[in-house]
């Protein structure tokens, strides 16, 4: 099973075949990260429910939540007017930072 | 002038020196859109309050609402746990999106 060829067609890839994807805790809005997607990352992501990513740090699909049990439950993906972007909105299990942050900017604010 | 030393250390920049940037209406929470930085394009969106960033297609710096007067007035600007993701908080002026939606996400519910 593949990406639907009409979501594959709307669908703006960087030279490395991938966009990114933001994902939203659904209810509070908190913006918990922000990750990458292939074909097959979106596509699993659409019909398995659980959101999974391209990760290019191990070079293979990802499965948030697999190894921590940090897990996004996904309720809604939405596309860019561009195509180039993803919106996930989820329901995030625990920390959604491997630090332990709920989320990835939390310990980042500037200025 | 030039990005503060210290957060311009902390960026990782993808080939094109160039990390992606989400906009976040600060109350309500809508994540509005996703646009690129470089380093002068953070500077000067922490330092003037009006978000800018650089655009990819005309290949300079973009004051968002410059031209269509949907101007992003900056509440907060946090980096991602690796450096490689900005989150800003915005009050965003009109439409997000240069189609009119509010959001660039608005009409892309997938699924």
Same mark, same amino acid.
């Given at each position: +099973? @593949?990406?639907?060829?009409? %979501?594959?067609? /709307?669908?703006? /890839?960087?030279?490395?075949?991938?966009?990114?994807? %933001?994902?939203?805790?659904?209810? *509070?809005?908190? =913006?918990?990260? +922000?990750? $990458? +997607?292939?074909?097959?990352?979106?596509?699993?992501?659409? *019909?398995? !429910?659980?959101?999974?990513? $391209?990760?290019? @740090?191990?070079?293979?699909? $990802? =499965?948030?939540? #697999?190894? @921590?049990?940090? =897990?996004?439950?996904?309720? @809604?993906?939405?596309? #860019?007017?561009? !195509?180039? *972007? =993803?919106?996930?909105?989820?329901?995030?299990?625990?920390?959604? &930072?491997?630090?332990? #942050?709920? *989320? &990835?900017?939390?310990? !980042?604010?500037?200025?």
């Amino acid at each position: +099973m @593949s990406l639907d060829p009409e %979501i594959a067609a /709307r669908l703006k /890839r960087n030279a490395d075949g991938l966009v990114p994807a %933001i994902a939203q805790q659904h209810d *509070t809005g908190e =913006v918990l990260m +922000m990750a $990458w +997607m292939n074909d097959e990352a979106l596509h699993l992501t659409l *019909t398995t !429910g659980r959101a999974t990513y $391209w990760s290019r @740090s191990r070079d293979r699909l $990802w =499965v948030k939540g #697999d190894t @921590s049990g940090h =897990v996004q439950h996904v309720k @809604s993906v939405a596309l #860019d007017c561009d !195509g180039d *972007t =993803v919106l996930l909105k989820v329901d995030q299990v625990g920390a959604a &930072c491997h630090t332990g #942050d709920r *989320t &990835c900017f939390d310990a !980042g604010l500037l200025g």
